[in-house]
Protein backbone atom coordinates (compact mmCIF):
# COMPACT_ATOMS: atom_id res chain seq x y z
CA UNK A 1 0.00 0.00 0.00
CA UNK A 2 2.96 2.40 -0.75
CA UNK A 3 0.60 5.14 -2.31
CA UNK A 4 -1.68 5.67 0.69
CA UNK A 5 -5.07 4.01 1.67
CA UNK A 6 -6.83 6.73 0.21
CA UNK A 7 -4.96 6.63 -3.29
CA UNK A 8 -7.72 7.22 -6.06
CA UNK A 9 -9.59 9.30 -3.63
CA UNK A 10 -10.68 12.83 -4.88
CA UNK A 11 -10.78 14.96 -2.83
CA UNK A 12 -12.07 19.13 -3.41
CA UNK A 13 -10.79 21.67 -0.53
CA UNK A 14 -12.95 24.31 -1.18
CA UNK A 15 -12.47 26.28 1.93
CA UNK A 16 -10.14 28.53 3.84
CA UNK A 17 -7.74 28.86 7.37
CA UNK A 18 -7.03 26.20 9.05
CA UNK A 19 -9.77 23.35 10.31
CA UNK A 20 -11.60 22.59 6.92
CA UNK A 21 -8.31 22.53 4.93
CA UNK A 22 -6.76 20.60 7.18
CA UNK A 23 -8.91 17.48 7.70
CA UNK A 24 -8.12 17.48 3.59
CA UNK A 25 -4.42 17.33 4.38
CA UNK A 26 -4.93 14.10 6.32
CA UNK A 27 -6.64 12.54 3.89
CA UNK A 28 -3.78 13.19 1.52
CA UNK A 29 -1.62 12.55 3.75
CA UNK A 30 -2.80 8.78 2.79
CA UNK A 31 -2.59 9.10 -0.08
CA UNK A 32 -5.65 11.30 -1.29
CA UNK A 33 -5.93 13.73 -4.49
CA UNK A 34 -6.60 16.93 -2.94
CA UNK A 35 -6.99 20.27 -5.01
CA UNK A 36 -7.28 23.08 -3.55
CA UNK A 37 -9.55 25.26 -5.12
CA UNK A 38 -9.05 28.90 -3.87
CA UNK A 39 -9.99 32.70 -5.39
CA UNK A 40 -7.48 34.30 -7.78
CA UNK A 41 -5.19 36.70 -6.74
CA UNK A 42 -4.44 36.05 -3.43
CA UNK A 43 -5.87 32.95 -2.29
CA UNK A 44 -6.43 31.50 0.66
CA UNK A 45 -6.22 34.26 2.95
CA UNK A 46 -4.19 31.88 5.51
CA UNK A 47 -1.72 32.47 2.86
CA UNK A 48 -1.15 35.92 4.63
CA UNK A 49 -1.21 34.68 8.02
CA UNK A 50 2.87 34.75 9.05
CA UNK A 51 2.44 38.67 7.49
CA UNK A 52 -0.16 39.52 10.89
CA UNK A 53 1.53 41.54 13.81
CA UNK A 54 2.92 38.94 16.54
CA UNK A 55 3.89 36.40 14.58
CA UNK A 56 7.45 34.76 13.91
CA UNK A 57 9.25 36.13 11.35
CA UNK A 58 10.65 33.46 8.60
CA UNK A 59 11.74 33.30 5.05
CA UNK A 60 9.35 30.22 4.81
CA UNK A 61 5.34 30.42 4.83
CA UNK A 62 5.13 28.34 7.95
CA UNK A 63 1.23 28.47 7.92
CA UNK A 64 1.04 27.40 4.57
CA UNK A 65 3.33 24.80 4.65
CA UNK A 66 1.92 22.74 7.43
CA UNK A 67 -2.18 22.55 6.05
CA UNK A 68 -1.45 23.08 2.11
CA UNK A 69 1.26 20.33 1.63
CA UNK A 70 0.26 17.53 -0.85
CA UNK A 71 -2.15 19.45 -2.64
CA UNK A 72 -2.89 20.95 -6.11
CA UNK A 73 -3.74 24.43 -6.77
CA UNK A 74 -6.89 25.34 -9.14
CA UNK A 75 -7.68 29.40 -8.75
CA UNK A 76 -11.48 29.65 -9.85
CA UNK A 77 -13.39 32.67 -9.32
CA UNK A 78 -16.61 31.43 -8.38
CA UNK A 79 -18.30 34.16 -8.27
CA UNK A 80 -18.83 33.60 -12.08
CA UNK A 81 -21.09 30.84 -13.76
CA UNK A 82 -17.91 29.93 -15.73
CA UNK A 83 -16.24 29.27 -12.95
CA UNK A 84 -18.77 27.08 -11.24
CA UNK A 85 -19.76 25.02 -14.52
CA UNK A 86 -15.48 24.05 -14.04
CA UNK A 87 -16.61 22.71 -10.14
CA UNK A 88 -19.45 21.36 -11.10
CA UNK A 89 -17.69 18.74 -13.54
CA UNK A 90 -15.06 18.58 -10.85
CA UNK A 91 -17.72 17.43 -8.54
CA UNK A 92 -19.18 15.04 -10.79
CA UNK A 93 -16.06 12.86 -10.74
CA UNK A 94 -14.49 13.42 -7.13
CA UNK A 95 -15.27 11.43 -4.25
CA UNK A 96 -15.39 14.24 -1.17
CA UNK A 97 -16.23 18.22 -1.39
CA UNK A 98 -15.20 20.29 1.69
CA UNK A 99 -16.12 23.71 2.40
CA UNK A 100 -15.89 26.27 5.25
CA UNK A 101 -18.31 28.49 3.80
CA UNK A 102 -21.49 30.22 5.83
CA UNK A 103 -24.58 28.53 4.77
CA UNK A 104 -25.82 31.84 2.81
CA UNK A 105 -22.42 32.14 1.13
CA UNK A 106 -23.26 28.49 -0.39
CA UNK A 107 -26.22 29.48 -1.13
CA UNK A 108 -25.28 32.59 -2.93
CA UNK A 109 -22.43 31.03 -4.92
CA UNK A 110 -24.58 27.65 -6.07
CA UNK A 111 -22.78 25.01 -4.03
CA UNK A 112 -25.06 23.93 -1.23
CA UNK A 113 -25.31 20.39 -0.61
CA UNK A 114 -28.23 20.61 -2.75
CA UNK A 115 -26.45 22.12 -5.79
CA UNK A 116 -24.00 19.54 -5.87
CA UNK A 117 -25.64 16.11 -4.36
CA UNK A 118 -27.35 15.60 -7.68
CA UNK A 119 -24.25 15.92 -10.30
CA UNK A 120 -22.68 12.73 -8.07
CA UNK A 121 -24.92 10.69 -6.00
CA UNK A 122 -21.68 8.80 -4.28
CA UNK A 123 -20.29 12.72 -2.82
CA UNK A 124 -19.45 12.85 0.66
CA UNK A 125 -20.55 16.74 1.18
CA UNK A 126 -18.27 17.78 4.27
CA UNK A 127 -19.18 21.45 5.42
CA UNK A 128 -17.61 23.11 8.45
CA UNK A 129 -18.88 25.90 10.34
CA UNK A 130 -18.33 28.22 14.05
CA UNK A 131 -21.35 27.49 14.79
CA UNK A 132 -23.26 25.32 13.18
CA UNK A 133 -25.95 24.91 10.29
CA UNK A 134 -28.97 26.33 12.20
CA UNK A 135 -29.70 28.75 14.45
CA UNK A 136 -29.35 32.50 14.34
CA UNK A 137 -25.81 32.44 14.53
CA UNK A 138 -25.72 29.92 11.86
CA UNK A 139 -23.74 32.33 9.32
CA UNK A 140 -22.04 34.22 11.43
CA UNK A 141 -18.22 33.80 11.20
CA UNK A 142 -15.77 32.58 13.67
CA UNK A 143 -12.66 31.80 14.82
CA UNK A 144 -11.06 28.93 17.26
CA UNK A 145 -10.13 31.90 19.23
CA UNK A 146 -13.26 33.08 19.57
CA UNK A 147 -16.14 29.64 18.86
CA UNK A 148 -14.08 27.38 20.20
CA UNK A 149 -11.28 29.13 23.18
CA UNK A 150 -13.84 30.81 23.72
CA UNK A 151 -17.47 30.12 23.94
CA UNK A 152 -16.65 26.68 25.27
CA UNK A 153 -15.10 28.16 28.67
CA UNK A 154 -11.67 27.50 28.28
CA UNK A 155 -10.32 30.91 28.08
CA UNK A 156 -11.80 31.16 31.50
CA UNK A 157 -11.09 27.83 33.08
CA UNK A 158 -7.64 27.67 32.31
CA UNK A 159 -6.39 31.14 33.75
CA UNK A 160 -3.99 30.57 37.10
CA UNK A 161 -6.76 32.00 39.06
CA UNK A 162 -10.22 33.63 38.73
CA UNK A 163 -8.46 37.19 39.80
CA UNK A 164 -6.14 36.47 36.39
CA UNK A 165 -6.97 38.00 33.00
CA UNK A 166 -8.28 35.41 30.37
CA UNK A 167 -6.23 33.10 28.81
CA UNK A 168 -5.29 33.98 25.00
CA UNK A 169 -5.24 30.86 22.87
CA UNK A 170 -2.26 30.32 19.75
CA UNK A 171 -2.77 29.97 16.20
CA UNK A 172 -4.74 26.88 15.44
CA UNK A 173 -5.22 25.41 19.14
CA UNK A 174 -8.40 24.56 18.31
CA UNK A 175 -8.91 24.15 14.67
CA UNK A 176 -6.27 20.92 14.43
CA UNK A 177 -8.40 19.48 17.22
CA UNK A 178 -11.33 20.51 14.82
CA UNK A 179 -9.82 19.10 11.83
CA UNK A 180 -9.67 15.86 13.46
CA UNK A 181 -12.81 15.65 14.08
CA UNK A 182 -13.83 17.03 10.78
CA UNK A 183 -11.74 13.72 9.20
CA UNK A 184 -13.39 11.62 11.49
CA UNK A 185 -16.85 12.37 10.16
CA UNK A 186 -15.60 12.49 6.64
CA UNK A 187 -14.21 8.67 7.13
CA UNK A 188 -17.80 7.67 8.46
CA UNK A 189 -19.20 8.92 5.80
CA UNK A 190 -16.89 6.97 3.32
CA UNK A 191 -17.22 3.81 5.34
CA UNK A 192 -21.22 4.86 5.24
CA UNK A 193 -20.76 5.06 1.57
CA UNK A 194 -19.31 1.35 1.40
CA UNK A 195 -21.98 0.30 2.94
CA UNK A 196 -25.23 1.62 0.94
CA UNK A 197 -23.11 3.02 -1.95
CA UNK A 198 -24.88 6.69 -1.44
CA UNK A 199 -23.08 9.67 -0.39
CA UNK A 200 -24.41 12.23 2.92
CA UNK A 201 -23.89 15.43 4.05
CA UNK A 202 -21.60 15.60 7.39
CA UNK A 203 -20.46 18.55 9.24
CA UNK A 204 -19.41 19.86 12.17
CA UNK A 205 -18.18 23.30 13.69
CA UNK A 206 -15.83 25.04 16.35
CA UNK A 207 -18.64 25.68 19.12
CA UNK A 208 -19.22 21.89 19.10
CA UNK A 209 -15.55 20.84 19.31
CA UNK A 210 -14.69 23.72 21.68
CA UNK A 211 -17.71 22.03 24.06
CA UNK A 212 -16.68 18.45 23.28
CA UNK A 213 -12.52 19.42 25.05
CA UNK A 214 -14.01 20.85 27.62
CA UNK A 215 -16.57 18.34 28.07
CA UNK A 216 -15.60 16.70 31.46
CA UNK A 217 -16.42 20.23 33.39
CA UNK A 218 -19.60 21.49 31.09
CA UNK A 219 -21.19 17.87 31.74
CA UNK A 220 -21.02 18.82 35.59
CA UNK A 221 -22.45 22.25 35.01
CA UNK A 222 -25.37 20.08 32.75
CA UNK A 223 -26.13 18.00 36.08
CA UNK A 224 -25.74 20.61 38.55
CA UNK A 225 -22.47 19.93 40.23
CA UNK A 226 -21.12 22.53 42.48
CA UNK A 227 -17.73 24.32 41.60
CA UNK A 228 -15.16 25.18 44.27
CA UNK A 229 -13.48 28.83 43.79
CA UNK A 230 -9.97 28.41 41.49
CA UNK A 231 -7.09 29.63 43.36
CA UNK A 232 -3.55 30.47 41.78
CA UNK A 233 -0.87 27.51 41.96
CA UNK A 234 0.87 28.04 45.04
CA UNK A 235 -2.72 27.35 46.92
CA UNK A 236 -3.95 24.34 44.43
CA UNK A 237 -5.48 21.80 46.88
CA UNK A 238 -2.61 18.31 45.86
CA UNK A 239 0.89 19.28 45.58
CA UNK A 240 1.60 16.07 43.82
CA UNK A 241 -0.62 17.18 40.54
CA UNK A 242 0.71 20.74 40.58
CA UNK A 243 3.61 22.16 38.09
CA UNK A 244 6.98 23.43 39.59
CA UNK A 245 10.30 25.77 38.48
CA UNK A 246 13.35 24.73 38.36
CA UNK A 247 16.85 25.81 38.91
CA UNK A 248 17.22 27.12 34.77
CA UNK A 249 13.42 28.41 34.89
CA UNK A 250 11.99 25.78 32.58
CA UNK A 251 8.92 24.41 34.68
CA UNK A 252 7.82 20.73 34.97
CA UNK A 253 4.33 19.17 36.10
CA UNK A 254 3.92 16.84 38.54
CA UNK A 255 0.45 14.06 37.95
CA UNK A 256 0.77 11.39 40.39
CA UNK A 257 -2.77 9.95 40.49
CA UNK A 258 -1.97 6.68 42.73
CA UNK A 259 -0.68 8.99 45.46
CA UNK A 260 -0.44 6.52 48.30
CA UNK A 261 1.72 4.03 45.91
CA UNK A 262 3.77 6.84 44.44
CA UNK A 263 4.36 9.41 47.26
CA UNK A 264 7.49 7.55 48.92
CA UNK A 265 9.06 7.61 45.52
CA UNK A 266 8.65 11.11 44.96
CA UNK A 267 10.10 11.52 48.62
CA UNK A 268 12.93 9.29 47.71
CA UNK A 269 13.73 10.62 44.44
CA UNK A 270 13.71 14.03 45.55
CA UNK A 271 16.49 12.62 48.75
CA UNK A 272 13.80 13.82 51.20
CA UNK A 273 12.50 10.44 52.76
CA UNK A 274 12.01 12.22 55.46
CA UNK A 275 8.57 13.86 53.98
CA UNK A 276 7.00 10.46 54.22
CA UNK A 277 8.01 9.77 58.09
CA UNK A 278 6.17 13.67 58.75
CA UNK A 279 3.42 13.49 60.27
CA UNK A 280 1.77 16.66 59.00
CA UNK A 281 1.98 14.49 55.72
CA UNK A 282 1.50 11.37 56.93
CA UNK A 283 -2.14 10.51 54.57
CA UNK A 284 -3.22 11.46 51.60
CA UNK A 285 -5.80 13.26 53.46
CA UNK A 286 -2.97 14.89 55.35
CA UNK A 287 -1.50 16.04 52.16
CA UNK A 288 -4.33 17.58 51.11
CA UNK A 289 -4.78 19.47 53.67
CA UNK A 290 -2.01 21.16 54.04
CA UNK A 291 -1.13 21.47 50.62
CA UNK A 292 -0.21 24.66 50.31
CA UNK A 293 2.61 24.03 53.15
CA UNK A 294 3.88 21.24 50.57
CA UNK A 295 3.85 23.13 47.96
CA UNK A 296 5.88 25.86 49.23
CA UNK A 297 8.70 22.77 50.09
CA UNK A 298 8.47 21.48 46.82
CA UNK A 299 8.84 25.05 45.17
CA UNK A 300 12.18 25.11 47.14
CA UNK A 301 12.72 21.29 46.11
CA UNK A 302 12.73 21.75 42.46
CA UNK A 303 14.63 24.94 42.69
CA UNK A 304 18.08 23.35 43.29
CA UNK A 305 18.46 21.51 39.82
CA UNK A 306 17.72 22.09 36.34
CA UNK A 307 15.09 20.82 34.39
CA UNK A 308 17.36 17.56 32.79
CA UNK A 309 18.61 16.55 36.00
CA UNK A 310 15.07 16.07 37.18
CA UNK A 311 14.05 14.73 34.43
CA UNK A 312 17.08 11.56 34.77
CA UNK A 313 16.08 11.89 38.60
CA UNK A 314 12.57 10.81 38.06
CA UNK A 315 12.71 8.45 35.40
CA UNK A 316 12.01 4.77 35.12
CA UNK A 317 10.84 4.77 38.75
CA UNK A 318 7.04 4.48 37.83
CA UNK A 319 6.21 8.41 38.29
CA UNK A 320 4.22 10.53 35.88
CA UNK A 321 5.52 13.45 35.60
CA UNK A 322 6.25 15.55 32.29
CA UNK A 323 8.06 18.37 30.83
CA UNK A 324 6.67 21.61 30.60
CA UNK A 325 7.44 22.33 27.10
CA UNK A 326 8.57 25.42 24.94
CA UNK A 327 8.97 25.57 21.17
CA UNK A 328 12.72 25.60 21.45
CA UNK A 329 12.62 21.92 22.31
CA UNK A 330 10.77 20.88 19.59
CA UNK A 331 13.77 20.74 16.65
CA UNK A 332 15.43 18.45 18.41
CA UNK A 333 13.01 16.18 20.22
CA UNK A 334 14.02 12.61 19.66
CA UNK A 335 10.75 10.93 21.03
CA UNK A 336 8.65 12.84 18.06
CA UNK A 337 11.30 12.08 15.08
CA UNK A 338 11.57 8.52 16.09
CA UNK A 339 7.61 8.39 16.07
CA UNK A 340 7.14 10.52 13.06
CA UNK A 341 5.41 12.93 14.87
CA UNK A 342 7.67 15.10 13.11
CA UNK A 343 8.77 14.45 9.35
CA UNK A 344 10.87 15.98 6.45
CA UNK A 345 9.67 16.79 3.42
CA UNK A 346 10.43 15.24 0.37
CA UNK A 347 13.95 15.87 -0.97
CA UNK A 348 14.32 18.36 1.89
CA UNK A 349 15.96 18.58 5.66
CA UNK A 350 13.34 20.57 6.64
CA UNK A 351 11.19 19.08 9.13
CA UNK A 352 7.38 19.45 9.54
CA UNK A 353 4.36 18.49 11.82
CA UNK A 354 2.88 14.88 10.98
CA UNK A 355 -1.06 14.25 10.98
CA UNK A 356 -1.78 12.21 14.13
CA UNK A 357 -3.08 9.23 12.93
CA UNK A 358 -0.82 6.03 12.39
CA UNK A 359 -1.71 3.08 11.02
CA UNK A 360 0.41 -0.32 10.67
CA UNK A 361 0.91 -1.51 7.20
CA UNK A 362 -0.44 2.01 5.70
CA UNK A 363 2.00 3.97 4.81
CA UNK A 364 2.09 7.80 4.46
CA UNK A 365 3.04 9.79 1.52
CA UNK A 366 6.75 12.00 1.68
CA UNK A 367 5.07 15.21 2.74
CA UNK A 368 5.51 17.65 -0.60
CA UNK A 369 5.86 21.12 -0.70
CA UNK A 370 2.92 23.09 -0.83
CA UNK A 371 1.16 24.86 -4.09
CA UNK A 372 1.22 28.58 -5.67
CA UNK A 373 -2.13 30.15 -6.09
CA UNK A 374 -3.08 28.74 -9.07
CA UNK A 375 -0.18 26.68 -9.56
CA UNK A 376 -2.15 23.78 -11.14
CA UNK A 377 -5.13 25.13 -12.58
CA UNK A 378 -4.12 23.96 -16.13
CA UNK A 379 -2.87 20.43 -15.11
CA UNK A 380 -6.43 19.87 -12.97
CA UNK A 381 -8.76 21.32 -16.05
CA UNK A 382 -6.88 19.19 -18.70
CA UNK A 383 -6.61 16.27 -16.77
CA UNK A 384 -10.87 17.03 -16.39
CA UNK A 385 -11.37 16.88 -20.09
CA UNK A 386 -11.01 20.25 -21.45
CA UNK A 387 -8.82 21.35 -24.31
CA UNK A 388 -6.16 24.19 -24.51
CA UNK A 389 -8.88 26.49 -26.26
CA UNK A 390 -11.03 26.53 -23.61
CA UNK A 391 -8.62 26.91 -20.70
CA UNK A 392 -7.33 30.07 -22.32
CA UNK A 393 -11.22 31.12 -22.86
CA UNK A 394 -11.83 30.24 -18.99
CA UNK A 395 -8.37 32.02 -18.10
CA UNK A 396 -9.51 35.20 -20.55
CA UNK A 397 -12.66 35.62 -18.41
CA UNK A 398 -11.13 35.57 -15.20
CA UNK A 399 -13.14 32.40 -14.14
CA UNK A 400 -9.88 30.62 -13.95
CA UNK A 401 -6.33 32.28 -12.82
Same mark, same amino acid.
Given at each position: ?10 ? %? ?6 ? *? @?????? %? ?10 ? @? ?5 ? =???? @? ?35 ? /? ?9 ? &? ?17 ? *? ?5 ? $? ?5 ? =? ?15 ? =?? #? ?5 ? %? ?66 ? *? ?9 ? #? ?30 ? +? ?10 ? +? ?13 ? &? ?10 ? %???? +?? &? ?44 ? $? ?7 ? +? ?11 ? /????? =??? *?? $? ?6 ? #???
Amino acid at each position: MEKGIFDGLKV %LDCASFIA *A @PAAATV %LSDFGADVIKIE @PPGAGDP =YRNL @PNLPGYPASEHNFAWMLEARNKKSLALDLTKPEAREV /LYKLVAESDVF &ITNMPPQVREKLGITYDHL *AHLNDRL $IYASFTG =YGERGEEANKPGFDSNA =YW #ARSGLMD %LVRADEDTTPARSVAGMGDHPCAMAFYGAIVTALFKREKTGKGSHVATNLMANGIWANGVLAQAKLVG *AKFKKRKPREE #ALNAVTNHYKCKDGRWIILSLLNEDRQWPTLA +RCMDREDLVADP +RFATKADRHSRSVEL &IKIFDEIFATRD %LAEW +RK &ILDGNGLVFGVVGILDDIPNDKQMIENEVLVRFENDTMLTVNSPIF $IDGAKKVQP +RKPPEVGEHSDEI /LRQAG =YDE *AT $IQKLRASG #AVA
